[in-house]
């Protein structure tokens, strides 16, 4: 498992998973077992936990609003109804990168949790493997009338939307526990505690598909770990995004999530967030994606590099002896000590100290076998690594070329801060466990400029 832990993660992590409902949810991946997925909240990929965009309770309420001003947007008015609650599918919005459908319900409590999405015959969009669709969660948070599901979808069922009709099947609804303030039993009711909210609602329409502006880029990247590329530009009405791949140069090398800056005209983007897919040879395709500039009259678009978040793995597998602490062990010349274990409930307890000198990589991600309940804590400040003085020297660059520097590594983490310990939780009676690790390397690539 290559996790990419960001640095202050359970500080925040309730704030960031009420962003993360905004973030596409990949189909497959969304009925898991709550332990499991309650797991996975704490050691989520800073991609997909810090980066996401959510306005309100509508995911891109300012491009909704523009198209709602500048008529271009589908009206829909459909009325459906459960128990108390009136739910009414208002609006719909999308092209290429996206559907989003506006609904308002009469009680805010409820909300729109499972759909399917077929095509004209009611078939859902669904292949024995590969990703087709996903869609967005409620957030839970919202006490607002007016909501929004996304869809987002591959090229083939885009494809498909342009000449067909489509349904969108509501299945299932959620309604928030207002009592509840804890975000575990928020997650839950997610997952356990709706199944008698099943409903059959279905919208068939053909959906009207605005026009996709797409800019050349081809730029390519080398880079000790491998080549980054550029692909090109998508202006869409509902967001601005690039595309991008990752060719790694050894096995070790798991994947990796570039950082940049975006300037657009005289500003910056203040709202980026990434979505990327690492597979098992270490290649990485994704997505950063920024606030639509659709309706916006530009003379130019910059596009600067300015970090990466590599992720490694190597094979070995250690081993603690609990009557041997504490222990220090090597992860690819990073070493770290296991100095004390503790039994609390069924789940051990693993205390990890690192060096917060001559170090290589940010932090580490520690992987128990067997495991279908674990947690990982940090804790992390400014640390030294073993090329200290040309970090330096880039850093204080990128300080002069890039205004909004630090308005980027707030959300996609300090360059200069890492782990210095850590608190693994885990389910696991294993006393053997892997390690991949996370560096953020710097970078200070000349502007790319676009023209709109």
Known sequence: MNYNIPDDLMNNVEKNLRKHVKNKMRKKYMYKAAAAVISLLVILPASTLAFAKYNNSIPYKQEIDL????????????????????????????????????????????????ISFCDKDG??????????????????????????????????????????????????????????????????????NNSNLNVNWTLKMQIPMQQVKVIPINKEYSFDIGTLKLNSLKISI??????????????????????????????????????????????TTGTQTFNSIYYKSLNEIGIKLIGIQANFSNSNLYKIDKNKLPMEFDFNGEKFKVTSTNQKGDSN?????????????????FDFPGVNSSRQTNKSENIQFKDQNSRDLLYN????????????????????????????????DSTEFRVSAVKNIICNEDELVLHK
Do not use: H
């Not at 660059?397 to 890039?402: C, G, I, N």
């Open 67 to 114: 198209a709602r001003k500048n008529k271009n947007i589908t009206e829909v008015n459909r009325t459906f109804k459960y128990k108390d609650a009136q739910f009414t599918i208002k609006e719909i919005l999308a092209d290429a990168t996206g559907i989003e459908v506006i609904y308002s319900v009469s009680n805010p409590k409820y909300s729109i949790n499972e």
């Open 397 to 428: 660059s990128l300080r002069q070329a890039v205004p909004n520097l630090k308005d980027i590594e707030k959300q996609f983490g300090n360059f200069q801060t890492g782990a210095v310990g850590a608190t693994i939780t885990t389910n696991s």
């Open 349 to 365: 307890e693993y205390t990890i100290e690192y060096n917060k000198t001559g170090r290589i990589y940010n932090g580490l991600a």
């Open 123 to 192: 078939k859902e969009f669904i292949k024995d493997s590969g990703y087709i669709w996903g869609y967005t969660r409620p957030n839970l948070s919202s006490n607002n009338k007016e909501k929004a599901f996304c869809i987002d979808m591959n090229d083939s069922v885009v494809n498909y939307i342009k000449n067909n009709p489509v349904s969108i099947k509501i299945n299932n609804l959620v309604v928030s526990d207002e009592k509840s303030k804890n975000l575990i039993d928020k997650v839950s009711s997610l997952i356990n």
């Open 238 to 283: 509902l967001k601005s995004s690039f595309d991008y791949s990752f060719v790694p140069k050894d096995k070790n090398i798991k994947g990796m999530e570039p950082i940049f800056s975006i300037r657009l005209g005289n500003e910056y983007a203040t709202n980026q967030w990434l979505d990327g897919c690492s597979n098992d040879d270490g290649s």
